[in-house]
């Protein structure tokens, strides 16, 4: 399979990015938990050096709760701030508030010391797509914020969100672009959904996840829709069409329904907890 992207429609969007991360005292970045590498743009350590930087290992509740925190470390180690967090449901986000004001306490000094007092620190949330920053953003800033700038006289001011009296959001995401030379790395963007489906064979990109499952996640297949796991992967794909009564006219399976369908439970967590990338210091 040969996962393609396009970057030509991101160039603005990149370029809108790197004029936002400039404002900012501390990026956000979000991954998704699942593929905490492959959800990564390398390119945001070059555009996010001299900032504070905060990890989020956004959709933790649909990866294992034992590797999340071994991602965990392992970025920390790094040198970076990290919080697992599920955006949809709010868990982790208190953390969220302790982490900024931790990571900015050493932003707060420098003002301090040059005599500037109580600026607020400044943050963007920043990813590729399908991550969850824009819940994310709604999650965190939740109803009880006042928005700031585009007041009368500031020409095209940006959207700022105020947190409180310390802490200002961008009000919209920076969106990075997927980044791949590695085909895996491409198809575990894919079975995120963070690459468009159209240029994907939706049949394909299933049987890559049958054979993952099969190899890491023994069982799934068979208590979700009583497949038999040890065929070979097309026939554990009939299985899923006969399950789930997936059928052409003429009586035949449709497959790729029961492809797309299976690519829907997976991004949705209805067949549980399945992290695609280890770091490499766990058993
Ligand atoms: P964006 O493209 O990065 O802004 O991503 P969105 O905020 O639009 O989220 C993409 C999808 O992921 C949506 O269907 C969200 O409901 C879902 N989502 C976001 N965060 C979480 C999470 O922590 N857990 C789960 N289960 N779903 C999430």
């Known amino acids: 399979m040969n996962v393609q992207w396009y970057p030509g429609h991101m160039t603005k969007a990149k370029r809108m990015m790197e004029e936002d991360i400039r404002l900012v005292d501390l990026v956000i970045e979000i991954l998704d938990a699942r593929v905490p590498l492959s959800s990564r743009n390398p390119d945001i350590d070059r555009l996010g050096r001299q900032k504070a930087r905060l990890i989020l290992l956004n959709k933790a509740d649909l990866a294992e709760e034992r590797i999340n925190s071994a991602w965990e470390e392992y970025f920390k180690e790094k040198g970076y701030y990290v919080v697992k ?12 508030h302790k982490v900024i004001a931790e990571a900015c306490k050493e932003k707060i000094e420098r003002d301090r010391k040059r005599g500037i007092l109580n600026r ?41 969100i105020r947190l409180n ?12 672009w997927p980044k791949f030379d590695d085909q895996e790395i491409g198809i575990r963007l894919a079975f995120i959904g963070s690459i468009k489906e159209e240029v994907l064979n939706i049949t394909e990109l299933a049987i ?10 023994q069982g799934v297949l068979k208590e979700r829709y009583q497949a038999d796991e040890e065929q ?3 026939k554990v794909l009939e299985d899923i069409a006969k399950n789930r009564a997936c059928l052409l006219k003429g009586g035949e399976y ?6 797309a ?17 280890v770091p490499e210091n766990i058993e």
């Open 120 to 160: 607020p620190v400044r943050a963007m949330v920043v990813g590729i797509p399908n991550v969850g920053k824009s819940t994310f953003i709604n999650t965190f800033a939740g109803k009880a914020c006042t928005k700031t700038g585009n007041k009368p006289g500031v020409t095209k001011g940006k959207q700022w």
């Open 165 to 176: 009296k310390s802490v200002e959001l961008l009000d919209t995401p920076g969106i990075l």
């Open 85 to 96: 967090v599920n955006a949809k449901n709010g868990a982790g986000v208190k953390v969220v």
């Open 232 to 234: 070979e992967v097309g």
């Open 208 to 217: 890559k996840l049958i054979h993952y499952l099969q190899k890491n996640y």
């Open 261 to 277: 369908l299976l690519m829907d439970d997976f991004r949705n967590g209805r067949l549980g907890r399945i992290t695609l990338e």
């Open 254 to 259: 449709d497959i790729e329904k029961a492809a």
